[in-house]
Nanobody, 130 residues
């Protein structure tokens, strides 16, 4: 069974940091483009960051560039999202995803990003508030 399980969400103050984890099972995450989406209240789910399988290159949405970092631990088959300088507008449910591609017209960090997602996690809530 293909599965992604996120953890690490919670309440953090503005300017703080948080690291989300995404444990993959049933497949080797390093073989696929992997990324993170988020859904903020009242908005569509959006892709924010993606890491390629071939060379580990990354694609970031402008809203998180310079603040968020994606990484993998292949030994643990786990994906991470390091979030720094958090803002109240980062409050969202964050989803881990296995996708078709990071770049291109249907890349994960595009308005069509969900189209090629093959596996979703259940989501973890991040709340940024004082």
């Amino acid at each position: 069974q293909l599965k992604l399980v996120e953890s690490g969400g919670g309440l953090v103050q503005p300017g703080g940091s948080l690291r989300l984890s995404c444990a993959a099972s049933g497949f080797i995450a390093d073989y696929y483009p992997m990324g993170w989406f988020r859904r903020t209240p009242g908005k569509e789910r959006e892709g924010i960051i993606c890491i390629n399988s071939s060379d580990g290159s990354t694609v970031y949405a402008d809203s998180v560039k310079g603040r968020f970092t994606i990484s993998r631990d292949n030994a643990k088959n786990t994906l991470y999202l390091q979030m720094n300088s958090l803002k109240p507008e980062d409050t969202a449910v964050y989803y881990c995803a296995r996708g078709g591609q990071c770049g291109g017209a249907f890349g994960m960090v595009t308005p069509e990003g969900e189209r090629l997602v093959e596996v979703w996690g259940q989501g973890t809530l991040v709340t940024v508030s004082s």
